[in-house]
Nanobody
Framework: QVQLVESGGGLVQAGGTLRLSCAAS????????MAWFRQVPEKQRELVAS???????HYADSVKGRFTISRDNARNTVDLQMNSLKPEDTAVYYC??????????????WGQGTQVTVSS
């Protein structure tokens, strides 16, 4: 199994910054893609940003130029630097990893979520 633990959410004013961090632990053999998703009530969870093991990144159009995703493969961590935050960025943010363990093939794993609230 792989456990993902997020940290860094909170309340910030519009235009402010937050940095989310996620650490993966467990009997990890390899982590392919890591990503951040977000979800607001009554809407589908949406991809915010993803990063491959080789460092290739992808961003949702709504966050391009404002958010930066990074990862440390040696430490099995992924961060999301969020700048110029807007009220519409308010959501629960979830860490995601597509990972294999010594007991199972690649599977999707999710963190418990961390609340980000941007006030206007």
């Amino acid at each position: 199994q792989v456990q993902l633990v997020e940290s860094g959410g909170g309340l910030v004013q519009a235009g402010g910054t937050l940095r989310l961090s996620c650490a993966a632990s467990g009997s990890i053999r390899s982590i392919d893609t890591m990503a951040w998703f977000r979800q607001v009530p009554e809407k589908q969870r949406e991809l915010v940003a993803s990063i491959t093991i080789g460092g290739g990144t992808h961003y949702a159009d709504s966050v391009k130029g404002r958010f930066t995703i990074s990862r440390d493969n040696a430490r099995n961590t992924v961060d999301l630097q969020m700048n110029s935050l807007k009220p519409e960025d308010t959501a629960v943010y979830y860490c995601h990893a597509f990972a294999s363990t010594y007991n199972s093939a690649y599977k999707n794993y999710w963190g418990q979520g961390t609340q980000v609230t941007v006030s206007s």
